[in-house]
C-alpha cells in the first residue's frame, strides 16, 4: 500500500484486480469508472462531495470490495445503502457473489410495509437496516440466478418467498410458487409476469403501473441507449424469450425498469411502451448462440 500523502491521495481511489466487470461500479459512478480492457477502473478522483458520494456507493455495493482506497479503509458513515431511488424504492446494495452482483430493491406499499426483489447479500447487520424501514412482507424472486438468500431473508422478516415453478429447484421450499406463462396478482397493486427465456423461470414484477423489476430479462443498455436484452447471456432460450415478450409486452405500463443485471432508467409511459415494442421486434430476429460474456455489451 502506498504511504499517505499527496501523491497517494492524488491517486487515491482503485479497482483490484478481483474486478468481475459486473458493471454495479459504473451505473453508480458513470463519470469516475468506466470499462478499460474487459474490467472498471477509476478514471478519475471526486471532485466534490457529491462524487464522492457516488464512488463510495460503487464501493460498497461492489460484490468483491474491489474499489478501494489506497489512503486507508472505507469510512463506514459512508455507506448510502438503502439508497432511495424515488419515493417508492431503494437499492439494497452490497450485492452478492451468490447472485453473481445482482442489483436488489425494496418496495414500498401504501400501507407501511414493503417487499423485497432479489436479495443483496446475506448480512444479520443488513437485515437490521432493510428492516428498520418498515415491516417487509414478501420476498420476491425474479429468477433462480438470485435466489442465493431468499429463504434466509425471508426467515429473518417473516415474509413469504416467492419464485416461478421453471425455477423452484433453486427454492424449493419457496411459500408461493408462480405457475404457467399469465400474470398473477401477488398483492394490491404488484403483478407477477412469468417470462420464460433468461431461464425457464424468469419473471417480471410490476408494481403500481409504475415499477418493472426485470431480473436478467431486460434492462436499459447505455451502449444502445435503448431496451435491451442479455442475447449473449441466455440459460434457457432466447427464442422462448422472443415469445415472452411477444406475449406480455402488450400488458406491461411502467415507467421504471430495475433490472438485476444492467442499468436502471425512468422514461414516460409511453415511450417505455415504444422501446418495448422495439425490443419485441429485435428479439424475434435472435437465434440461438454460445453464451458469451465478453460479447454483452451493457
Same mark, same amino acid.
Given at each position: 500500500?502506498?504511504?499517505?500523502?499527496?501523491?497517494?491521495?492524488?491517486?487515491?481511489?482503485?479497482?483490484?484486480?478481483?474486478?468481475?466487470?459486473?458493471?454495479?461500479?459504473?451505473?453508480?459512478?458513470?463519470?469516475l469508472i468506466e470499462e478499460v480492457g474487459g474490467r472498471s477502473e477509476v478514471v478519475r478522483e471526486p471532485r466534490d462531495a457529491a462524487e464522492l458520494a457516488t464512488?463510495?456507493?460503487?464501493?460498497?455495493?461492489c460484490?468483491?470490495?474491489? *474499489?478501494?482506497?489506497?489512503?486507508?479503509?472505507?469510512?463506514?458513515?459512508a455507506d448510502p445503502f438503502p439508497l432511495a431511488l424515488d419515493e417508492n424504492v431503494l437499492l439494497c446494495g452490497h450485492n452478492s457473489r451468490q447472485t453473481a452482483a445482482a442489483n436488489a430493491y425494496l418496495l414500498r406499499r401504501p400501507s407501511g410495509t414493503l417487499m423485497m426483489v432479489d436479495t443483496p447479500r446475506w448480512?444479520?447487520?443488513?437485515a437490521d437496516r432493510y428492516e428498520a424501514l418498515g415491516p417487509i412482507?414478501?420476498?420476491?424472486?425474479?429468477?433462480?440466478?438470485?435466489?442465493?438468500?431468499?429463504?434466509r431473508y425471508a426467515d429473518r422478516f417473516g415474509a413469504r418467498l416467492w419464485i416461478h415453478e421453471g425455477d423452484l429447484s433453486a427454492a424449493p421450499d419457496a411459500?408461493?410458487?408462480?405457475?404457467?406463462?399469465?400474470?398473477?396478482? *401477488?398483492?394490491?397493486?404488484?403483478?407477477?409476469?412469468?417470462l420464460p427465456g433468461h431461464t425457464l423461470g424468469s419473471v417480471l414484477y410490476v408494481a403500481d403501473r409504475r415499477y418493472c423489476f426485470s431480473g436478467d430479462s431486460l434492462y436499459w443498455s447505455r451502449a444502445e441507449d435503448a431496451l435491451a436484452v442479455a442475447e449473449h447471456v441466455t440459460w434457457y432460450s432466447i427464442e422462448a424469450l422472443a415469445a415472452s415478450l411477444a406475449r406480455t409486452a402488450p400488458l406491461?405500463?411502467?415507467?421504471?425498469?430495475?433490472?438485476?443485471?444492467?442499468?436502471?432508467?425512468?422514461?414516460?409511459?409511453?415511450?417505455?411502451?415504444?422501446?418495448?415494442?422495439?425490443?419485441?421486434?429485435?428479439a424475434r430476429r435472435l437465434r440461438p448462440q454460445p453464451v458469451d460474456f465478453t460479447a454483452h455489451r451493457w
Open positions: 500500500m502506498n504511504p499517505k500523502g499527496r501523491a497517494a491521495v492524488d491517486d487515491d481511489w482503485y479497482v483490484d484486480d478481483r474486478c468481475t466487470n459486473c458493471d454495479v461500479a459504473r451505473q453508480l459512478a458513470p463519470e464512488l463510495n456507493a460503487a464501493a460498497f455495493a460484490h468483491t470490495r474491489s *474499489i478501494r482506497r489506497r489512503s486507508g479503509p472505507l469510512d463506514a458513515a448480512s444479520a447487520g443488513l412482507t414478501d420476498v420476491l424472486l425474479t429468477h433462480r440466478d438470485h435466489a442465493a438468500h431468499g429463504r411459500d408461493h410458487v408462480l405457475r404457467g406463462t399469465g400474470p398473477t396478482a *401477488i398483492a394490491e397493486g404488484v403483478t407477477a409476469y412469468p406491461l405500463h411502467f415507467a421504471w425498469v430495475l433490472p438485476g443485471h444492467g442499468d436502471r432508467k425512468r422514461l414516460a409511459p409511453q415511450e417505455m411502451a415504444e422501446q418495448l415494442r422495439k425490443l419485441t421486434a429485435h
